[in-house]
C-alpha cells in the first residue's frame, strides 16, 4: 500500500487499531553526539511567537511498496558551531509536546530530529548523497502507538547561525528501533528524504529534544519487520519487545542467558544515540 497527503491519516489511524490486538553511519556519529554533551530543557509556556517554518519530509520503504509523507508545519533548529546543529520538525502542537505530563494519547502525527555533525567541505569531505555527515531520528505517533525510526544520512546544508536555516537530507537509510503501544510498522527498513527551512528558535527545539529524549528512554527496542522469525510472521505480530534477562547476583551466578540469534533486538545502545543538547 503506498501512502499519500490524502490518506496519511488513515495510514496513522491504521496503528490506533493494531494497537487493541498486536503485541505490543550510528556508529560513526554515536560518538560526536556524546561529545557534544547534552542536556534537556522543557519548556511549557510562552509559545506564541513560535515562526512557522515549513518541513516536507517523506519516509518510503526500501521496496518501494509504501510511503508516509510529511507536510510539517514547524521547523525550528538551534546549534552549537556551523559543523554541529539540531533540525526538529512537527505537525503536531508544540505546546503538547512541550508538556512533561502529556502523553499525546489522542493525537496522531510526526516529528522529526536531524542532528548535522560535520559540514561538507569540498576538498575536505564527502560531498555525496551516499556519504554520512547527519543522524536522524523520526517518530510517529498513532493515537497511543509510537514507533521511533533511526538512522543516518547526508544533509546538505546551508548557512548556520542566521534567522533561517534551510537543508536538504538526502534519502538517509532509517529502521524502526523503538516502539510501543501495538506500534505496526508498515514500512519496514526505509529511507527518509526531505527539505527544510527553519527558524531559529532554541526553547522549541529544547521542547522537542526533550520529547524525544523521554521516547528514546521509555520505549521499548523494537524488533524490525525484517528481523522477526518464522513464528512471529504466522502469529501476525509486528515489531516486537523482548526482555533480555540480567545476570543473577552471587557468587554462583552463571553467566546471563543469550537470547537466539534470531531475535536479538535490533536497536541503540542504552543511550540512544542522538540526544538533546
Not at 555533525?117 to 575536505?124: A, Y
Amino acid at each position: 500500500m503506498r501512502t499519500n497527503r490524502t490518506d496519511r491519516v488513515g495510514w496513522l489511524a491504521m496503528n490506533a487499531v493494531a494497537q487493541r490486538g498486536a503485541l505490543g553511519c550510528a556508529a560513526l556519529w554515536a560518538g560526536v553526539l556524546a561529545a557534544a554533551g547534552c542536556s534537556a530543557r522543557a519548556w511549557t509556556l510562552g509559545f506564541a511567537d513560535v515562526v512557522q517554518g515549513p518541513g516536507t519530509v517523506r519516509l518510503v520503504s526500501s521496496d518501494g511498496a509504501a510511503s508516509l509523507p510529511g507536510d510539517l508545519s514547524l521547523a525550528v533548529y538551534s546549534y552549537v558551531d556551523e559543523n554541529i546543529l539540531d533540525v526538529y520538525l512537527t505537525d503536531m502542537p508544540i505546546e503538547r509536546l512541550a508538556n512533561e505530563a502529556d502523553d499525546l494519547g489522542d493525537l496522531s502525527g510526526q516529528m522529526v530530529h536531524v542532528r548535522v555533525f560535520v559540514r561538507p567541505l569540498p576538498g575536505r569531505t564527502p560531498v555525496d548523497p551516499a556519504a554520512c555527515n547527519a543522524g536522524v531520528r523520526h517518530a510517529v505517533f498513532a493515537f497511543g502507538a509510537v514507533g521511533l525510526y533511526g538512522g543516518g544520512g547526508f544533509v546538505d546544508p546551508g548557512e548556520v547561525g542566521g534567522a533561517v536555516f534551510k537543508a536538504t537530507v538526502w534519502r538517509a537509510p532509517v529502521r524502526l528501533n523503538r516502539a510501543g503501544g501495538g506500534f505496526v510498522d508498515a514500512l519496514g527498513p526505509s529511507v527518509l528524504s526531505g527539505r527544510m527551512s527553519a527558524s531559529l528558535d532554541e526553547r522549541a527545539a529544547g521542547a522537542m529534544a526533550a520529547r524525544f529524549s523521554r521516547l528514546a528512554a521509555e520505549l521499548p527496542v523494537a524488533v524490525p519487520r525484517d528481523e522477526q522469525t518464522p513464528l512471529d510472521a504466522e502469529r501476525g505480530t509486528q515489531p516486537q519487545t523482548i526482555d533480555v534477562p540480567e545476570n543473577p547476583q552471587g557468587p554462583d551466578a552463571g553467566p546471563a542467558p543469550t537470547p537466539p540469534r534470531d531475535r536479538v533486538p535490533f536497536g541503540p545502545t542504552p543511550t540512544d544515540p542522538i540526544g538533546p543538547r
